[in-house]
């Protein structure tokens, strides 16, 4: 229990994180009997549910609004587009993104200005949130205790941040690619 969690406390006021890393630090307290892993992991569960139907509802009131104001810098075309994207790859995208930071925060607002059915979004809502804070929380819990996890806490909060922070730069970047191909063969 001589843990040492002052790179934990540090992160915890550190807004711009990604989440992962903080469930893991979480989970890793746990595992040392600093926290009660039922608690957190029924707390957390419950929030990150509560959050992402806030965020639907948002956007769902916001896009509404929006939508009947007309605004000129507003594309119909593009909310036609998330909504049609929504309608087709809603279920999977609600459980996706929260393992990617930054889009975890977007995809619920999206999903209500793109209006998701609310029963298909409240289902994967909470199974992916479930499923995000119980890997991370858990895995932190039994990796904790390893030595070479006490020894590089530091390094495996960092490599977390890092690998989930990853994929929107590959799919921007393929996304990128896709539009030099298809200019190239026009």
Not at 23 to 33: E, K, P
Not at 56 to 83: C, V, W
Not at 89 to 98: D, P, Q, W, Y
Not at 169 to 175: D, G
Request: aromatic content about 14%; glycine content about 10%; proline content about 4%.
């Amino acid at each position: 229990m001589g843990f040492n969690f002052s790179f934990v406390d540090g992160l915890v006021i550190t807004p711009f994180l990604p989440g992962d890393s903080l469930l893991f630090g979480l989970g890793v307290m746990a595992g040392a009997g600093q926290l009660n892993m039922i608690w957190l992991t029924l707390g957390l569960t419950l929030a990150a549910i509560l959050g992402d139907s806030l965020n639907y509802t948002i956007g769902r009131f916001l896009g509404e609004k929006i939508i009947a104001k007309n605004y000129r810098f507003i594309n119909k075309k593009h909310i036609a587009l998330t909504q049609e994207f929504f309608e087709r790859h809603g279920n999977k995208t609600i459980v996706l993104a929260r393992f990617v930071p930054i889009v975890r925060t977007i995809a619920p607002f999206l999903a209500g200005l793109g209006r998701m059915n609310y029963r298909h979004f409240i289902t994967y809502n909470i199974i992916g949130g479930a499923l995000w804070v119980n890997l991370f929380l858990f895995a932190g819990y039994f990796l904790g205790s390893l030595p070479w996890v006490k020894n590089n806490f530091s390094l495996i909060i960092i490599l977390i941040i890092i690998v989930f922070a990853l994929p929107p730069f590959f799919i921007r970047s393929k996304e990128k690619n896709k539009d030099i191909d298809a200019d190239n063969q026009s």
